[in-house]
Nanobody
Framework: QVQLVESGGGLVQAGGSLRLSCAASGRTFNRYTMGWFRQAPGKEREFVAAMARTSGYTAYADSVKGRFTISTGNAKITVYLQMNSLKPEDTAVYYC????????????????WGQGTQVTVSS
C-alpha cells in the first residue's frame, strides 16, 4: 500500500519557522515529482512548491518564494518543506503529493497524497 505521511506541522508565531517532512512507503519515489500543496478553510487547495527528483528542478508559488524551501530527504523522508518567516496567511493544512510526470502547479496532476498536517501561524 502506497502511503505518504506528513509531519512537522504545529502552531507558531508570525516570523517563526517550521519544517514539514513527508515520509513515503509502499513504493520508491526517486523518479517522481514531489509537491506540497495547502488548503485553508473555505479556500481551494493551492500549489506551494514542487521538486522534480530526477533533475532537482524546483518551483514555488509566488506567495512563498524566498521564504519556503523544498528539498529531498534520505531514504525514509522523501521530501521536506522548510518554512521561514511564516505569516498568518500561511495558516492551512499542508499536503505532500507525488506526481509521476513533471512539475505541475495543478493538484489534479498528482497521483498520491498524504493526509495533511495543520500549520497555524498566529499574529
Amino acid at each position: 500500500q502506497v502511503q505518504l505521511v506528513e509531519s512537522g506541522g504545529g502552531l507558531v508565531q508570525a516570523g517563526g519557522s517550521l519544517r514539514l517532512s513527508c515520509a513515503a512507503s509502499g513504493r520508491t519515489f526517486n523518479r517522481y515529482t514531489m509537491g506540497w500543496f495547502r488548503q485553508a478553510p473555505g479556500k481551494e487547495r493551492e500549489f506551494v512548491a514542487a521538486m522534480a527528483r530526477t533533475s532537482g528542478y524546483t518551483a514555488y508559488a509566488d506567495s512563498v518564494k524566498g521564504r519556503f524551501t523544498i528539498s529531498t530527504g534520505n531514504a525514509k523522508i522523501t521530501v521536506y518543506l522548510q518554512m521561514n518567516s511564516l505569516k498568518p496567511e500561511d495558516t492551512a493544512v499542508y499536503y505532500c503529493a507525488a506526481n509521476s510526470g513533471g512539475i505541475s502547479y495543478s493538484w489534479s496532476a498528482y497521483d498520491y497524497w498524504g493526509q495533511g498536517t495543520q500549520v497555524t501561524v498566529s499574529s
